[in-house]
């Protein structure tokens, strides 16, 4: 079986900055892009950012030169740096990894749980 579980999220000030990781584990799996995506209560889930395995990233405009994404492919772990936040990134953060089983020709998305980041004035 294999898990996405996401880390970091918190309670900051506007301006402050967090690191959140999501990490990919278990057995016999193949990993693809990664992406982070955030929800609001009563808005759609957006993508915030993406990153290929040839390295290759790209960012919602609204976080764009403030949030990198980052990856550690021996770690199965993706991260994303969030610096000068603002209380708009208020959200719940999930990760999502395309994963092709060991077993399967086909790739899958996989969802983490997602992890609280709230930024306060």
């Known amino acids: 079986q294999v898990q996405v579980v996401e880390s970091g999220g918190g309670l900051v000030q506007a301006g402050g900055s967090l690191r959140l990781s999501c990490l990919a584990s278990?057995?016999?799996?193949?990993?693809?892009?990664m992406e982070w995506h955030r929800e609001v209560p009563g808005k759609p889930r957006e993508l915030v950012a993406g990153i290929r395995t040839t390295g290759n990233t790209n960012y919602a405009d609204s976080v764009k030169g403030r949030f990198t994404i980052s990856r550690d492919t021996a770690k199965n772990t993706v991260y994303l740096q969030m610096n000068s936040l603002k209380i708009d990134d208020t959200a719940v953060y999930y990760c999502?990894?395309?994963?092709?089983?060991?077993?399967?020709?086909?790739?899958?998305?996989?969802w983490g749980r997602g992890t609280q980041v709230t930024v306060s004035p």
């Open positions: 999502a990894a395309a994963i092709r089983l060991q077993a399967s020709r086909t790739w899958n998305v996989f």
């Open positions: 278990g057995s016999a799996f193949s990993l693809g892009a």
